[in-house]
């Protein structure tokens, strides 16, 4: 089977954690461990979140000089370098030397006229207080958005169009190699009237970038791992109740959280409605149990 597995940014760094190398090492030695039994029998590609990591290196930037930062595609190509780098390593630590494993920096092409350019919502960067938040907005103009009792910093997250490097991903993945690609959503560009490309600013939503790779790649499964062991209707009240089997007409019909779940739901539902495969959300660790 050819399955596209999609690690949630909190998969990666759990909430509250700080962003240091360690914490971040541990956690993908977790991630790899448990995606390796997957990596043993199947055709695998791995996208990943990016949302604390390009956050903070945005908020590093921020206390430079204005004309010094970095632009978020930039910082979205570093972030994907980064934890690519991260996952390589340590999931071929636990394969035989023989099975191979590339990340891949990936161009994704969005539409400069999307709306989403207009209404920042992808929350990326640490949680602030909500006088921290009151003050950031004033002093850097940032737009920032409820993230539980917290805020975080929303920056546009435009509909992914077409993945550049797709042809280069299946000819990997035809040759035996495992993938490490879109990570964070990938590198967001537009196309000028010339055919060439640029980048632009914004951060595209992993979830929904994911399920693109999936569709394009023609996958048999696609799996949505994250710190959460499924989905949950009134999630966080005393009646929540994990929803375990959905076709994604009733998935739909349901309302979950924006920024977090509701773009897994919304993800896993297209990618089925156009390959008629399998998608399954859940925990890292029960990975091979949701496959199966």
Sequence with gaps: MRIVIALGGN???????????????????????????IAGKHELVISHGN?????????????????????LDILDAETEGMIGYLIEQELANHLPAERRVATLLTQIEVDPEDPAFAYPAKPIGPVYTKGEAQRLAQQRGWSLVPDGDLFRRAVPSPRPKRILELAVIELLVSQGVIVICAGGGGIPVVCRSDGSLA????????DMASSLLACALKADAFLLLTDVDGVYVD????????????????????????????PKVKAACDYVQQTGGIAGIGALEDASAILR
């Design 11 to 37: 998969a990666l760094l759990h909430r509250g954690e700080s962003l240091t190398a360690d914490n971040q090492r541990r956690n993908v030695q977790v991630a790899t461990a448990a995606m390796a039994p």
């Design 51 to 71: 949302g604390p990591q390009v956050g903070l290196l945005a908020l590093q930037g921020a206390t430079g000089q204005p004309d010094a930062a970095y632009p």
């Design 199 to 206: 980048g632009i600013e914004a951060v595209i939503d992993k």
């Design 235 to 262: 999630w966080g009240e005393p009646e929540a109740r994990r929803l375990a089997h959905l076709s994604p007409e009733k998935a739909l019909a349901y309302e979950f959280a924006p920024g977090s779940m509701a």
